[in-house]
């Protein structure tokens, strides 16, 4: 999808990837870039099989009327193509995600 500018110092870009685990039963989720990542996948195409690094993010959030409503996000902080055919686990990052430190809990 297009970046989206939604504040003046907010951007954010969906995307969505099929999780093929088990073909049968395809998944579909959707993860989201934000600020200067939007343009980190424009080199990739559409059937590209690749690796995304991503921290889960939650918020509550009150209507007016005072119903309590609770969003998720997958924010992602990097994506790769998928390692060759080698089978093996490609290495973990060496550090957490930008912004894992100011979790308020």
């Known amino acids: 999808m297009d970046a989206n500018q939604v504040t003046e110092r907010f951007r954010k870009r969906e995307f969505v990837l099929e999780l093929a685990d088990n073909p049968q039963?395809?998944?579909f989720v959707m993860f989201q870039?934000?600020?200067?990542?939007?343009?980190?996948i424009d080199s990739f195409k559409v059937g590209d099989e690749v690796?995304?690094?991503?921290?889960?993010?939650?918020?509550?959030?009150?209507s007016p009327q005072g119903e309590i409503r609770y969003?998720?996000?997958l924010d992602v902080w990097s994506v790769d193509l998928a390692s060759g055919s080698s089978g093996e686990e490609p290495p973990l990052p060496d550090g957490p995600p930008p912004g894992f430190d100011d979790v308020p809990f």
Not at 33 to 39: A, K, M, P
């Open 25 to 27: 039963y395809p998944q």
């Open 33 to 40: 870039l934000t600020g200067n990542r939007c343009e980190s």
């Open 51 to 62: 690796r995304v690094d991503f921290s889960l993010r939650g918020r509550e959030w009150k």
């Open 71 to 73: 969003f998720n996000s």
